[in-house]
């Protein structure tokens, strides 16, 4: 018996090395990189450099924040609506939902500058109505939106899951029990859904504070968040190697942070624990 | 309220396609602008096929694609029974929290930090170029195994360990054991570890920036243009792979529905 | 699962006779220069500017591809969008490449790193065509390391339809007038020239105090502009999304070609002046292939079709005396000497400055 549950616990070995050595050996290297200077001693300078980045940072979460904010409130009801459907519609809609996901978000994101620009069909329709061009892009607004459109469907997809497997007999005793729509909604729904809610948010705040493609185009290089800083400061070389890593280190130590947080409200223990 | 209900789903999808549709439209513009419509062409399609750059970086993406997919559905689904099989808790915990690394961190820091070991041992074994087809890979790799562990785990939780031991005891080797009784009922987390792993390589932008050196894959490809023009050749390339998608997608969940349907009688009787 | 199967050969059939057509009409070229085939197989990597070579695109011609044709030479061409971000791929070792195409001051930098191959000229034969103005320039007193690709000016584009007549000065990048409306470069060293410009300093000073005076200006200005590009400034000149911007020369007049609206000056207060090279590479795995890829860079036929394309003047007297040539004695592109503006070369700087200015612009970008 021993000797089997070996042999399949041997299986795993191959995954277990090429983690440590393409997850936990960058991660320590990039620490590495964060401590040192570019002649490799050891230093503290990179992270006290990192005091000029607190605007971007700043930024950056306030605007993920926004961004998730505006994601959950959207995506709420749609899931909800959703599984007020037909079991076929559902999974249709479902569908309909994802297939945006395997279009490449690059294209899609700089499909809203002809939608945004001040000579973009918004503006050019409004133009026709006799409105003067509205200044829809280059500003945080627009980057916001390019955040919200780009995540939306890591919100819905998360929550409708949870939503979809809600025992109907809960709701109908809260109503037996006298319970009004919102107070079912805050005592039964919202609880129960709150796993879906803690995955949603966690996917659409991750990728919104560390991107780096949308406030370039939609915010026309103006503002600059945490993950443009990142990039300039990759692609100016080597040089620049050390503080960009400890830039990166702390975007990572926030995004863990969160993590930690959002999984205390979470009672899911499925294996969804980190750190 | 159902009314409500409906136009709400409408406004979202809306949403959701209203790019989408302004792609579509543009690769069929006549003019090489995505800003100005001038009037209805197929050259941009036909001019595809001349598009050496961009048919080697749909070439690049499907190939990685596919490896990364295969190589971590495989890996994957052995960490995964692995996994199962280990009892203490400590060091069962310990692998999780790593196989959520790359899954929760910010695509960007898992990039660099990829990037700086691939130069790092390019360094050391004194290569004129670090990066390239294999680093890209082992970086679609590296992202991918989460979600397919993560899919397969919880399959094999629900399999009862019993029918293992059945099969061992009725003669089995456990590479037959497991071919034979676990595999058929995990093979639903399999797959879909598959197909996410398959969508992430597709469409992942910010690892690959990072890692591919001149092995350009479509979204790089597709970065570098939008920061010149881009021009309608990458609408109508995004359209014929939408198209693909979207048809086979919805045919898929078409076929699922009739065979369900076609399955119902069976189960009552 | 049948449907499924069906509609995926159908795909493949489709774009399989997508990919069965072919588009690209070879010229008829006249070549000065001899070409072997002896290196047929063997792949040429060469890291060009973007948008910086004729490409078959527009029915131009494809000069990739002609020199595949003459050569058996497989040519892997890819783009980088600024010398900074080249320079940084090469120095960490991620990529190698074989030709390279930086302006002068990085070869000024690669030459002084080692970076670049001496190239045996007596393969290049046709580099007696490069006008004599454009040889033994600062950054190579010797002719070794780079054949000139091609040279330009900075200057300001403006859409005359949206802002009338504006001032020939960097000023109007400043002027309150046209907030919104106006673009400037997303590339430290050419934004900071803008702001030099109008202090009058020197563009390769090392007085850290005129970088700050220059960055001070930069941010000031920074809540007037619409946004800080690079070759986006294409379609957002072309429709009218941006009315004024700075941006070469050479793609002023390509944009001219989608609106005749857009006009050009060089400002008063003097400018930059650039020379893209193409180098090779210490590194280089094909070093007689990109000799010989270079000296066909050069044929007249390539050089005038190149040169067309692109819309920068050419340092090639084949190409400047062919009254063919479409943008023959083009006065934005080859003023008259009495109407060429003040013009500074960009030059490499130490190291320290380099930094000092690297760091000033990221704080303007944050600011």
């Known amino acids: 018996m021993n000797k089997k549950s070996f042999g399949s616990r041997l299986v795993a070995a191959p995954y277990i090395v090429w983690s440590a050595i393409f997850i936990i050996v960058p991660l320590i290297l990039m620490i590495y990189f964060a401590f040192t200077d570019t002649d490799g001693g050891f230093t503290f300078a990179n992270i006290s450099e990192i005091g000029k980045y607190k605007t971007a940072f700043l930024i950056s979460i306030v605007y993920a924040a926004a961004a998730t904010v505006i994601t959950l409130i959207l995506a709420y009801p749609m899931a909800y609506f959703m599984t007020k459907l037909k079991i076929s519609s559902q999974r249709m809609l479902m569908l309909i939902v994802m297939i945006p996901m395997w279009m490449n978000f690059l294209i899609r994101t700089y499909s809203w500058i002809t939608i945004l620009s001040n000579t973009g069909l918004i503006n050019s329709f409004l133009g026709k109505l006799g409105i003067g061009p509205l200044k829809l892009m280059y500003n945080p607004g627009a980057v916001i939106l390019g955040m919200v459109y780009d995540f939306i469907p890591y919100m819905i997809l998360p929550i409708y899951s949870v939503m979809s497997k809600l025992d109907k007999s809960l709701l109908e005793a809260a109503e037996d029990l006298g319970s009004n729509a919102f107070t079912k909604f805050r005592r039964v729904i919202f609880p129960l859904t709150r796993p879906g809610i803690i995955s949603g948010i966690t996917m659409v705040f991750v990728p919104s504070v560390s991107t780096f493609y949308i406030s370039q185009k939609l915010g026309g290089n103006k503002t600059m968040l945490i993950g443009d800083a990142i990039e300039y400061l990759f692609n100016l070389g080597p040089d620049y190697y050390n503080v960009a890593s400890a830039i990166s280190l702390l975007l990572m130590c926030i995004i863990l942070v969160c993590l930690f947080i959002m999984n205390r409200f979470s009672d899911e223990d499925d294996g969804g624990v980190i750190v | ?269 | 699962m049948k449907k499924i199967s069906s509609v995926v050969v159908c795909v493949c059939m489709l774009l399989g006779l997508l990919l069965s057509g072919c588009g690209y009409q070879y010229a008829d070229l006249d070549l000065r220069g001899e070409y072997t085939r002896d290196l047929e197989g063997t792949t040429l990597t060469v890291y060009n500017w973007g948008e910086y070579i004729s490409d078959g695109s527009e029915d131009s011609m494809d000069i990739n591809r002609e020199f595949e044709k003459l050569t058996g030479i497989e040519v892997n061409y890819l783009t980088f969008e600024s010398n900074e971000t080249m320079y940084s791929q090469l120095k960490n070792g991620g990529v190698n490449y074989d030709i390279v195409v930086p302006s002068d001051y990085m070869i000024e930098r690669m030459v002084k790193e080692d970076m670049l191959a001496e190239l045996d000229m007596s393969k290049i034969t046709n580099y007696d065509l490069i006008d004599s103005q454009y040889k033994n320039i600062f950054f190579d007193p010797d002719n070794k390391y780079s054949v000139p690709y091609s040279v330009g000016m900075v200057g300001i584009i403006y859409n005359s339809a949206q802002v009338g007549e504006i001032d020939h000065s960097w000023k109007v990048l400043w002027d309150e007038k046209y907030k919104d409306m106006t673009l400037n470069f997303n590339n430290p060293r050419d934004a900071f020239m803008t702001a030099q410009m109008i202090l009058g300093q020197d563009v390769n000073t090392t007085n850290e105090a005129d970088w700050e005076e220059a960055a001070e200006l930069l941010k000031q200005g920074k809540a007037n502009l619409q946004g800080y590009v690079m070759d986006e400034i294409y379609s957002k000149m072309e429709t009218g999304e941006a009315s004024i911007a700075p941006y070469y020369a050479g793609d002023y007049l390509t944009m001219l070609e989608n609106n005749a609206d857009l006009k050009f000056f060089y400002p008063e207060e003097g400018t930059n002046i650039f020379m893209d090279s193409v180098c090779v590479l210490k590194n280089a795995e094909n070093y007689e292939a990109a000799l010989m890829y270079i000296n066909f860079l050069l044929e007249p036929d390539i050089a005038t079709a190149n040169a067309e394309y692109i819309g920068y003047a050419s340092p090639n007297t084949a190409v400047i005396n062919n009254e063919d040539y479409y943008y023959y004695q083009n006065p934005i592109l080859y003023p008259a000497e009495d109407e060429m503006p003040e013009v500074q070369y960009f030059h490499d700087i130490d190291s320290e400055t380099r930094k000092k200015y690297e760091m000033l612009w990221n704080d303007i970008k944050l600011y």
């Open chain 2, 1 to 269: 309220m159902k009314a409500l209900a409906r136009i709400y789903i409408a406004l979202i999808i809306f949403f959701l396609y209203a790019p989408v549709a302004v792609m579509i439209v543009f690769s069929f513009n006549s003019s090489s602008s995505v800003w100005v419509f001038e009037g209805f062409s197929l050259d941009w399609y036909t001019g595809l096929v001349s598009d050496t750059l961009m048919l080697n970086a749909l070439e690049h993406t499907l190939i990685i694609a596919v490896m990364s997919a295969v190589i971590s559905t495989v890996l994957g689904t052995a960490a995964a029974v692995g996994i199962t099989a280990i009892r203490n808790k400590f060091s069962k915990k310990a692998i999780m929290s790593v196989t959520q690394i790359p899954m929760m961190n910010a695509d960007i820091v898992t990039g660099i930090s990829l990037m700086l070991l691939f130069i790092f041992i390019g360094k050391i074994i004194g290569l004129k170029e670090s990066l390239g087809f294999f680093t890209v890979l082992i970086a679609h790799i590296t992202f991918n195994l989460p979600y397919v562990i993560l899919s397969v785990l919880p399959k094999l939780r629900q399999t009862n360990s019993n029918l293992r031991e059945a099969a061992l005891d009725l003669g089995c080797n456990p590479v037959q054991a497991f071919f034979k009784v676990i595999m058929p009922s995990i093979s639903t987390g399999i797959i879909t570890g598959f197909i996410m792993a398959f969508t992430l390589s597709l469409d992942d932008f910010v690892i690959s920036y990072f890692t591919c050196g001149h092995y350009q894959t479509l979204p790089i490809i597709i970065y570098s243009m939008t920061k010149k023009s881009v021009k309608p050749d990458a609408y109508a390339l995004s359209t014929i792979i939408f198209v693909a998608v979207f048809v086979l997608l919805i045919l898929y969940n078409m076929i699922q529905t009739k065979n369900e349907k076609r399955k119902m009688p069976v189960r009552q009787v």
